[in-house]
């Protein structure tokens, strides 16, 4: 049986394993993390982040998730956190299902609460644990 990677690094859209070091030389850079962000809404919004570490125990490998945030006024069902944090997680194997499942995620958001309305704000993603790829 072949030992599963524990570290990767993204290189495009393609997860290659690598070492402890080069791992976190690799996240350094935020923008190798982020896949995609969104906000819906008022506060709520979406970020799909390759994580760098396998979370996968059993079955496939797990290298990035995809989780809503939603302050308490646009609680749409049972999953709400009460501190706003985490509502919804995913977690996939590969960049193509991360995309498809973050653009899934973002179908529902809208469907509940509306369009999305802009990008979060720096403040929002601290709150939340989550960082912002800067482009400007």
């Not at 919004?45 to 995809?66: A, K, P, Q, R, Y």
Request: aromatic letters at 10%; glycine letters at 8%; proline letters at 4%.
């Amino acid at each position: 049986q072949m030992k599963r990677a524990l570290y990767a690094k993204l290189e495009g859209r393609r997860v290659v394993p690598c070492d402890a070091k080069e791992w976190s030389k690799q996240f350094e850079d935020e923008s190798k993390r982020i896949i995609k962000q969104e906000t819906f809404g008022v506060g709520c919004f979406i970020s799909s982040i390759f994580l760098g570490v396998n979370h996968g125990v059993f079955g496939c490998d797990l290298w990035f998730e995809t989780m809503v945030f939603q302050p308490d006024h646009t609680r749409g069902h049972d999953s709400v956190e009460p501190d706003g944090s985490a509502t919804e997680q995913m977690r996939y194997e590969t960049y193509d299902q991360a995309i498809k499942g973050h653009a899934e995620m973002a179908a529902e958001l809208e469907k509940r609460i509306g369009k999305p309305a802009r990008q979060p704000t720096a403040e929002e993603l601290t709150r939340y644990g989550h960082r912002r790829m800067i482009t400007e």
